[in-house]
């Protein structure tokens, strides 16, 4: 059955090799596109793994993006609390 199967396939030459070829091509365009999300994705994170003098990245729960810089006043008040709480625990 392999056999019909494979000789079915290969039968014709121009057919096989036009398989072969659109295989490889989608294959070729498959990883391309992986490749290109990917390096969106890394470029995206790295904008906020530049940050590196800051000990807490502090966002609000509902941000979008990373150029959002709005923090409701509960937030800052959060803040304010949790980092005068630090400054106790140092001294």
């Not at 800051?54 to 979008?64: Q, S």
Request: overall charge positive.
């Amino acid at each position: 059955m392999n056999f019909v199967a494979l000789r079915m396939l290969t039968g014709d030459r121009a057919k096989y090799l036009g398989l072969i070829f659109a295989i490889a091509f989608c294959t070729f365009l498959l990883e391309n596109q992986t490749s290109i999300f990917a390096s969106i994705l890394k470029r995206t994170g790295s904008q906020i793994l530049d940050v590196t003098d800051a000990d807490v990245w502090v966002m609000d729960g509902k941000t979008e993006y990373f150029e959002q810089t709005q923090i409701r006043d509960h937030g800052c008040k959060r803040l304010a609390h949790c980092h005068a709480r630090q400054r106790r625990n140092r001294r």
